[in-house]
């Protein structure tokens, strides 16, 4: 029989295959924000895969040199489509200086590959929170395209920023093992919130095909 | 090593803990947006609400205006032709008789011809007075000017009027809303204000017209002016609207 976990766990990991399809179906169809957001979903997917394989079949020690990939993907994908929701020029300008400082980060203490940066993955997240909490604010008045998936996005990055800001405290101390798997499993939890408003979103707005006037 | 074990144990229920309340805070910021968002709709709602409502009155006193006018042309037509047109067709009727002196028919005769150019003369009057022919004929100054005329010839008020308007400043359809302002506020003049005194000014400068009219009446609230729809006023209102005008109406508060 297995445990409520273990089932949150295999839900996360098979759906988030299942959500970049889901939204492929629309990619012609649909804006650019909406591509951009199918992109997010679809390097999700691959690195989920990757932190798999990396374990059982390549059988390397550690798949935390994929957290790199993930924040960093994420922080760059996530902004653009910002830069398409609020329309704000400035966010390439933060996203260049985000990119030249992590550059600066890897190239000082090459090491760092193969631990937690902390700090780059709170500064991601939280300039991700920032925008996301500005456009709630901006969809205030009226309707506006991707507010289910900007409550996801604002909701899992704010509250998982701690988890991931503390990695390297859960793995450098000698830390219960029923710690860390306490903190994964909060983090699981909060992504499988953050994937049912993802496909809350594609279900009430892109289930059915837009019609794209001649 | 105990104390060291607790030491990190405190910790960890700390970062628990911080997890949290990020996640209380981040539900409770989501809920704030929501709740606000409904708030702003609701708001929205309630001033298209209140513009449709208004919208509604805006109709409910041109249906009236327009029953008035009916009401009004109705009674023209009954005073003015039908009840004249009767006594014509009865002198005819008496003309048809076969004992009827020649000096007789003579006599109905003429009464039929005078009573026939008052109805034609009446309703010259009617049609002059639902639409101004000068007007499309010759534009607004000549249309006022004629307007004028016609109140000084009943030599009941002393009019005063100063007419400078630029021919063709306005478009035909903005004109006859000026010609018909100028013609309610001077029927206002008649019917109720027992006035000895009036003055009309009409001014284009530039891309500005101006519009003045005063008499020296007994004065009116302004409340239940506002209050009675359908009449004259709410008509001057809805055409200054419409012509994007401004418009300022003072009166003396009304005396006991």
């Keep these: 029989m297995e445990t409520f976990e273990e089932v949150i766990s295999l839900i996360t990991y098979y759906f988030s295959f299942i959500y970049p399809l889901l939204y492929l179906k629309g990619f012609v169809s649909n804006g650019k924000a909406f591509k951009i957001f199918t992109i997010y979903l679809l390097v999700i997917s691959v690195i989920q895969l990757f932190s798999k394989l990396v374990i059982k079949v390549w059988e390397l020690d550690s798949n935390l040199f994929l957290s790199h990939y993930y924040f960093i993907f994420q922080f760059v994908l996530l902004s653009l ?3 398409q929701l609020l329309r704000f020029k400035w966010i390439y300008y933060v996203l260049g200086l985000v990119m030249v400082f992590l550059a600066y980060q890897y190239i000082n203490d090459p090491s760092l590959y193969f631990r937690y940066n902390a700090i780059g993955m709170f500064l991601t997240h939280v300039l991700i929170v920032a925008y996301a909490l500005v456009y709630l604010y901006k969809s205030l008045d009226g309707k506006k395209e991707f507010t289910i998936v900007n409550i996801g996005i604002f909701i899992y990055l704010l509250s998982s920023s701690l988890i991931f800001a503390s990695g390297n405290l859960v793995f450098n101390i000698d830390v219960p093992e029923s710690f860390s798997a306490l903190l ?3 983090n699981k939890f909060l992504f499988f919130v953050f994937q049912i408003l993802i496909f809350t979103e594609w279900y009430r707005n892109y289930r059915k095909r837009k019609v794209i006037p001649k | 090593m105990e104390a060291i074990v607790g030491q990190e144990n405190q910790m960890l229920t700390l970062i628990v803990l911080a997890i949290g309340l990020m996640l209380l805070m981040s539900l409770a910021i989501v809920l704030f947006f929501y709740f606000s968002r409904r708030r ?4 929205e709602l309630d001033k298209a609400n209140l513009e449709i409502d208004h919208q509604k009155e805006m109709l409910q006193s041109i249906i009236i ?3 008035e006018e009916r009401k009004r042309i109705a ?3 009954h005073d003015a032709i039908s009840s004249k047109l009767n006594v014509v067709s009865l002198n005819a009727n008496i003309l048809g008789e076969k004992d009827i002196t020649s000096v007789e028919a003579n006599k109905i005769g003429e009464s039929i011809y005078k ?3 008052t109805v034609l003369e009446n309703s010259r009057r ?14 607004l100054q000549a249309a006022l000017e004629e307007l004028c005329e016609e109140l000084i010839e009943t030599q009941k008020f002393n009019l005063t009027y100063e007419l400078n308007y630029t021919l063709g400043f306005l478009e035909s359809n903005a004109e006859l809303h000026v010609f018909r302002i100028v013609q309610e506020l001077m029927n206002n003049t008649i019917k109720h204000s027992e006035a000895n005194d009036l003055n009309l000014s009409v001014n284009t400068e530039e891309n500005l017209l101006s519009l003045q009219y005063q008499d020296d009446g007994k004065g009116f609230e302004m409340e239940s002016m506002r209050a009675a729809k359908g009449l004259g006023m709410s008509g001057i209102e809805h055409r200054a609207i419409i012509l994007e005008a ?3 109406i003072q009166a003396l508060e009304m005396e006991y």
């Design chain 1, 81 to 83: 489509f910002y830069v």
């Design chain 2, 246 to 248: 401004d418009l300022t």
């Design chain 1, 184 to 186: 994964i499993y909060i």
């Design chain 2, 40 to 43: 702003v709709i609701k708001a």
């Design chain 2, 65 to 67: 205006t327009q029953e």
């Design chain 2, 126 to 139: 009617i049609a002059h007075d639902l639409l101004p022919p000068t007007l499309e004929k010759f534009g």
């Design chain 2, 115 to 117: 009573v026939t150019s």
């Design chain 2, 75 to 77: 009674q023209d037509l």
